[in-house]
């Protein structure tokens, strides 16, 4: 998960997870306006940032589909499910705010919506808004950056099917993004192309136990992978370490550390050697068909 941005502005700190029954209202007059902002209030514009946020990423990265592709895959990143999975990622479920809770739900249901699932997704939308809000200057891009970076698991499964096929798929958030935060299910092929030849090896291993997890992924593991190379002068140096729901997944993320994290400049140092004794390989091949022809 990429780091959760700041919500730079005090006042709207609080508000994303507060809603409209934990508000105190002013009785000093007739009014029955809150004096408070709620998330009901941010989320309406807090929606229309994630749908332009997720529109711009679309139309940039898959804008070989027809409309209603992208407007499929647009609706695949914003949907209840996909907001209310990341607010419990970040723990927003342990922070709303509310008078009635029972009230809130029952809400929520009357209006066709899927419960505490609803809640949450409003909630992720408004604390889209008080980010935006917060910062004036940057807090869009400060946005769009964690929406892409937090999105780029889902779209490079969605780019993997025929539906919206893009073997080209890049996510890099701006030239600034911290490609560590962006998971690339490619990263181990990546890596094995760029340094692994015939006297190099890189070797996937477990470095403590998978960890059983709780609440609502309850039945699910986490993985842990170090990511070893022998060759170039090296025995077994630690590239780096991965995190995730499988082998796979959490080598994938050990990979994409070695090759953006602290080993980057010995990883490009090591594909620098490979180049060149691949150009000597050439070079004596050619070498020898040619005085063969002689």
């Given at each position: ?7 730079k ?18 009785r ?41 592709q ?12 996909t ?6 990622a ?14 809130m ?9 899927k ?7 409003d ?26 970076a937090?999105?780029a698991p ?9 539906r ?76 780096g ?8 997944e ?16 010995m ?14 390989k050439?070079?004596e ?10």
């Amino acid at each position: 998960m990429p780091p959760l941005p700041e919500v730079k502005d005090g006042t709207l700190s609080i508000a994303p997870f507060r809603h409209k029954s934990a508000v105190a209202y002013n009785r000093s007059t007739s009014s029955t306006k809150p004096t408070e902002v709620t998330y009901e209030k941010l989320e309406f514009l807090g929606d229309a940032q994630l749908e332009l946020i997720a529109s711009r990423l679309i139309y940039q990265r898959f804008s070989h589909l027809l409309a209603g592709q992208q407007s499929q895959l647009r609706e695949l990143l914003v949907k209840n499910e996909t907001l209310s999975e990341y607010a419990r990622a970040y723990g927003f479920d342990k922070r709303v705010q509310v008078g009635d809770f029972d009230r809130m739900l029952q809400d929520s249901k009357d209006r066709g919506n899927k419960g505490f699932n609803k809640v949450l997704g409003d909630v992720f939308e408004a604390y889209i808004a008080a980010v935006v809000l917060s910062d004036l200057e940057s807090g869009f891009a400060v946005a769009e950056k964690w929406m892409t970076a937090l999105w780029a698991p889902k779209l490079y499964e969605a780019a993997q099917n025929d539906r919206f096929y893009n073997k080209d798929l890049s996510l890099h958030a701006g030239g600034d993004a911290d490609l560590r935060n962006v998971y690339n299910p490619a990263a181990k092929a990546e890596l094995q192309k760029r340094i692994a030849g015939r006297d190099v090896k890189l070797e996937y291993e477990a470095y403590r136990d998978p960890v059983e997890l709780k609440g609502d992924q309850l039945g699910q593991n986490k993985h842990f992978i170090a990511l070893y190379l022998t060759g170039f002068g090296y025995e077994r140096k630690l590239l780096g370490k991965g995190e995730g729901k499988n082998k796979v997944e959490a080598g994938n993320v050990a990979a994409t550390e070695a090759m953006h994290g602290d080993c980057k400049l010995m990883v490009e140092e090591c594909e620098k050697q490979l180049d060149k004794i691949k150009a000597k390989k050439k070079a004596e091949r050619e070498a020898r068909e040619a005085a063969g022809k002689e």
